[in-house]
């Protein structure tokens, strides 16, 4: 069973950035497409942005310009730059298809 473990979330300003970073275990991710997702207080979890084997690229729009989602052979990164506080929420990776079991999230808050 492959696990995720998110992190590199924190407390930052608005316009501040930050780099999550995504772990699964085991080599089988490397086939996968790949998401980031969060999910505010009171809301449902939304996708954020999605990246393929072939490193094509998805961005919902209210993240759009502002968010790059990347990966390497082993891990998947969110670098996410302008900040608002409306970006605040806990953070999650998994496939687009959700084939696996959620992580811990990582706490991204930002606020001044």
């Known amino acids: 069973q492959v696990q995720l473990v998110e992190s590199g979330g924190g407390l930052v300003q608005p316009g501040g950035s930050l780099t999550l970073s995504c772990t699964p275990s085991?080599?089988?991710?490397?086939?996968?497409?790949m998401g980031w997702y969060r999910q505010a207080p009171g809301n449902q979890r939304e996708l954020v942005a999605t990246?393929?084997?072939?490193?094509r690229v998805n961005y919902a729009d209210s993240v759009k310009g502002r968010f790059t989602i990347s990966r390497d052979n082993a891990r998947m990164f969110l670098q996410m730059n302008s900040l608002k506080p409306e970006d605040t929420a806990v953070y999650y990776c998994?496939?687009?298809?959700?084939?696996?079991?959620w992580g811990q999230g990582t706490q991204v808050t930002v606020s001044s």
């Open positions: 990246i393929t084997p072939a490193n």
């Open positions: 085991g080599s089988i991710f490397r086939k996968y497409t």
């Open positions: 998994n496939t687009d298809r959700l084939n696996w079991p």
